[in-house]
């Protein structure tokens, strides 16, 4: 028995130290993940620690890199002792196929394979690069890009009788759509774009780069397109109630003042466009990669090399998740016959009953989720 009692501590003592081995072989750094995953069945990006009911991907993520040995369990549990932050909060159901997050980690051989065996197939880790030990992706990133995938009907007349799976987009329509999006560009007062956030709010000003509808494809015998926007940063609801505006406009329920409008101190009745086809594309990091891109010791946050692998996560998880429930779910159509209970031109007041009777069709979906103001 105490030879058994023996054998059982010398081999506990042999696992620590191969444990304390490999720490010394692997010491902490500073990285930064480049992530895609399908948002469908999540609660958002960001982990809440204690609220087992409402999955995150991080929540995922978290357990793969303990299981993988990149972090000790007490990371996992206190996120900040990994220095832990992400570059964007996407919100409930919301994809992402260039997401960063930065963390100290051990650098474990074959450190992305070992984190993937132990990650669901919607969720990938397709890149890392070390960065400098004071780095922050949320602080760090100077834009952020994201697309919304829509089924091009959305932008039919209101008056039009429209069968779903017959309807394509013409090409004065696509243009008049353009039109209306690069309006958007410059810095506005996007107080009307989201909540809680008054007129004279400073951070409700807003920089937008580049918004752009591109051309229709068809998917399972329904047209659809994609809308570009890259801005410095967005408050929540404020992409997915930027797109829902001009598809009023181009349907025929606002005038195009409207959008001029709403960058005024006056309320306006935006209506928000379902969460389902947005995804946060890629994050950028200008100014970091001009300092220390080509320092010699850090490499430039540019994911060139990992183009092809991202675009084929967005064919296999992103877009047929977003066709398929699209289908199914149909939030596009029902969201489209809400538009008619909503006053372009009504008071404060007169917005709130409609908030109400649009509340159960549209709230439902996800969020932007990228108030960077909140995280």
Known sequence: EENGHQNKRLKRNADEEDVEDQNKKSPKRKIVLLMAYSGKGYHGMQRNVGSSQFKTIEDDLVSALVQSGCIPENHGEDMKKMSF???ARTDKGVSAAGQIVSLKVRLIDDILEKINNHLPSHIRILGLKRVTGGFNSKNKCDARTYSYMLPTFAFAHKDQDVQEEVYRLDRETLE??????????????????????GPRDPSAKRYIMEMYCGEPFVRENVEFAVIKVKGQSFMMHQIRKMIGLVIAIVKGYAAESIIE??????????????????????????????RFGNDGLHEPLEWTEEEEKIALFKEQYIYPTIINTER???????????LSIHDFSSSAVGMQANNKNSKNSSDLEGSDGCDDDSD
């Not at 960058?263 to 389902?276: F, M, Q």
């Not at 199914?328 to 809400?338: D, G, I, P, R």
């Open 328 to 338: 199914e779910e149909k939030s596009m159509v029902n969201w489209l016959n809400t």
């Open 261 to 290: 409008l709403s960058w005024g101190e006056e309320k306006v009745d935006v209506p928000k466009a379902p969460g389902l086809g947005l995804v946060l594309e890629r994050v950028h990091f200008e100014k970091y990669n001009r």
């Open 85 to 87: 932050q992400r570059c």
């Open 176 to 197: 008049r759509v353009n039109k209306l999006l690069a309006c958007y560009k410059g810095t506005h007062n996007f107080h009307n774009f989201t909540s809680q956030k």
